[in-house]
């Protein structure tokens, strides 16, 4: 059995009066690649920011490698962020800096190298995640969208981190974009051992680079595993959101 790396236990979460997270519990395994699905509202991107301690759950204990992330102390939680990285869903870029030094902020602020280490290091973050040497000095406004992921996505790595988490990570991009960014997931993954939490609506993704997915749906997990077992849930979303991908095949192969 896989080592747990994330542990969601009885998650409870009200925003604004209205109830998104029920008595929720979740689990991932490490080396595990996880895509969160579920309808709009569902909570599927608040549930990772409650993961990653950005938004307090009402009730509830999450877990990453075992320590609890809303009973750490602000020296654990910082401990804890060294050990995983992030990428939103817009990037979250800083405008006002090149890429080199996006990239080199975490290494800035949670490690004692010289600058000048830092930004070395982020120039090899850069080549991860695929992208030339010339697009160091740039800023994000003179990049393509799904350049602009790529830098993001190398930030997120800047920390050599265990485990990844990514908000809609293709949103936005054109579909060969998209197909590259997924292909570039699956080979960090593989390569680094990494763990990849992943928010998602793209159906490409999911039958393409993710080793299981979990379902949202109303307030809980509805269901957890590959494309074929979760066919087999009797739910009218599912069965709706599964039929949109037959739909496409059809089109492509009658065109």
């Known amino acids: 059995m896989r080592e747990s790396v994330i542990e969601v236990r009885g998650l409870v979460t009200t925003l604004g009066g209205r109830s998104i997270h029920r008595d929720l519990d979740m689990t991932v395994g490490r080396g595990e690649v996880i895509a969160l699905i579920g309808g709009s509202g569902s909570g ?5 920011r409650e993961i990653i301690g950005l938004l307090k759950p009402r009730a509830g204990r999450i877990e990453l490698f075992g320590q609890s992330v809303w009973d750490s102390t602000p020296e654990q939680m910082n401990a804890l962020r060294r050990r995983f990285g992030v990428l939103f869903q817009d990037g979250a870029l800083f405008s006002s800096l090149n890429v080199e030094d996006n ?20 120039r090899l973050k850069l080549a991860l995640a695929g992208l030339p040497a010339d697009v160091a000095g740039k800023r994000p406004s003179e990049l393509s969208g799904g350049m602009r992921k790529r830098v993001a996505l190398a930030r997120a790595l800047a ?7 990514l908000d809609e990570p293709t949103s936005g991009l054109d579909p060969i974009s998209a197909r590259a960014f997924d292909a570039l997931i699956r080979l960090l993954a593989d ?7 992943l928010v998602t ?55």
């Open 103 to 122: 990239v080199a902020t975490p290494l800035f602020e949670h490690t004692s190298l010289p600058p000048a280490a830092c930004r070395k290091l982020a």
């Open 191 to 197: 390569s680094l051992g990494l763990t990849v939490f």
């Open 44 to 48: 599927k991107s608040v549930l990772m």
């Open 201 to 255: 609506h793209d159906l490409d993704t999911l039958f393409s680079i993710v080793d299981r997915i979990v379902v949202l749906s109303d307030g809980r997990v509805l269901g957890s595993g590959t494309v074929a077992e979760l066919k087999t849930i009797d739910d009218p979303w599912l069965r709706d959101y599964f039929a949109a991908r037959s739909s496409q095949e059809e089109t492509v192969h009658g065109n």
């Open 159 to 165: 920390l050599d981190p265990e485990l990844l988490f």
